[in-house]
């Protein structure tokens, strides 16, 4: 049974900072790319980053591009997102996803596995 597992979201103030994991489990980690989403109330599923099986292959998103950074590893099956200098508009719940093969990075419809998600809260 594939799983996908976040952790580290939470409630923080403007400015802080959250690492984001997500713990993978049921395929070959080290085989998929894993990207990151997230989807605020009201609003359509928000690509963040991706990273590929080759960790110089990453992607960020326009909303949160020099102030994320995404990270992986194989030996651990865990996928990280990094978020600096968080602000109210970060508020969203974060998702982690999945494919054996990426090509279009920033499509949520790319990917076939799906994390729960954590909530990230940014208090102004």
């Known amino acids: 049974q594939v799983q996908l597992v976040e952790s580290g979201g939470g409630l923080v103030q403007v400015g802080a900072s959250l690492r984001l994991s997500c713990a993978v489990s049921?395929?070959?980690?080290?085989?998929?790319?894993m990207a990151w989403f997230r989807q605020a109330p009201g609003k359509e599923r928000e690509f963040v980053a991706a990273?590929?099986?080759?960790?110089?292959?990453?992607h960020y998103g326009h909303s949160m591009k020099g102030r994320s950074a995404i990270s992986r590893d194989n030996a651990k099956s865990t996928a990280y997102l990094q978020m600096n200098n968080l602000e109210p508009e970060d508020t969203a719940v974060y998702y982690c996803?999945?494919?054996?093969?990426?090509?279009?990075?920033?499509?949520?419809?790319?990917?076939?596995?799906w994390g729960q998600g954590t909530q990230v809260t940014v208090s102004s």
């Open positions: 990273i590929g099986w080759n960790v110089d292959d990453i």
């Open positions: 996803a999945a494919t054996p093969s990426a090509s279009s990075w920033a499509f949520a419809s790319t990917y076939s596995l």
């Open positions: 049921g395929l070959t980690f080290r085989h998929h790319a």
